[in-house]
């Protein structure tokens, strides 16, 4: 491979990496307006920006699997190299499943907004919702600094954020058993905890990933403690 290709390679392979560092600064962004849509923060306003930024979210997926697909097209490259373009992949489309799930919980709480139920049980959801957000803050930071230790300590999170969701769980089941007359408003509770719950697994997605990138090892299906042994290790 001559001098020139090398750094040709070089620069589309920085040029895809930045771009998921911009989608993901994209998602973190709507997540965090989601967030101000739970605490009822200029809700009608933060909801369209929502739906806007997924679908600008949907649009960064596509083009950086495009700019993966040219590369690895007339790059061809191998090992490490090919390693990192699979990463890529991989995490767009987490951060694209991580905007799905946003919306969601967006649109739900703008539906359930008047029921009072919900609203005595939004704390909760943003807590959770808090816990999924510095999940998603550090996936990101380990992919841009192929961070192993911090892609380790995200798995340790997701086991956090979890019990956080079983927490709820378990307090609507109660509500809805004492009186059914929650029923309704307990599911809207429980759609949304489990799209957070769901942002915190994409979130351990992209952490994984880095560590198949860095390490070569597919860590996909591992325990927390298989996957801090293989961060260790050599």
Not at 128 to 147: K, N, S, T
Not at 162 to 184: K, N, V
Not at 195 to 202: F, L
Request: aromatic fraction near 4%.
């Amino acid at each position: 491979m001559s001098e020139h290709t090398i750094r040709q390679f070089d620069a589309d392979m920085e040029a895809v990496r930045t771009g998921v560092l911009t989608m993901g600064g994209l998602v973190e962004a709507q997540l965090a307006r989601a967030i101000g849509v739970l605490e009822n923060d200029a809700a009608e306003g933060l909801i369209d920006q929502v739906g806007a930024d997924e679908r600008q979210i949907n649009r960064m997926q596509i083009q950086i699997d495009q700019q993966c697909s040219q590369i690895i097209a007339k790059r061809q490259p191998a090992a490490g190299d090919l390693r990192m373009v699979l990463t890529i992949v991989k995490i767009t489309n987490d951060l694209e499943r991580i905007g799905d799930e946003v919306k969601k919980v967006a649109y739900k709480a703008t539906s359930a907004e008047d029921d009072r139920l919900v609203q005595v049980r939004f704390y909760d959801v943003v807590r959770a919702a808090g816990l999924a957000q510095r999940m998603l803050r550090m996936a990101l930071d380990a992919f841009a600094r192929l961070d192993l230790a911090a892609a380790a300590e995200i798995v340790d999170s997701d086991d956090e954020l979890d019990a956080a969701f079983g927490g709820i769980l378990r307090q609507l089941i109660s509500y809805m058993m004492e009186d059914p007359r929650t029923i309704s408003a307990s599911l809207e509770i429980v759609f949304m905890a489990k799209s957070i719950e769901r942002i915190g697994d994409h979130a351990k997605n992209i952490a994984e990933a880095v560590v198949q990138a860095v390490k070569g090892t597919d860590v996909r299906h591992a325990t927390a403690a298989e996957i801090r042994a293989e961060v260790a290790g050599p």
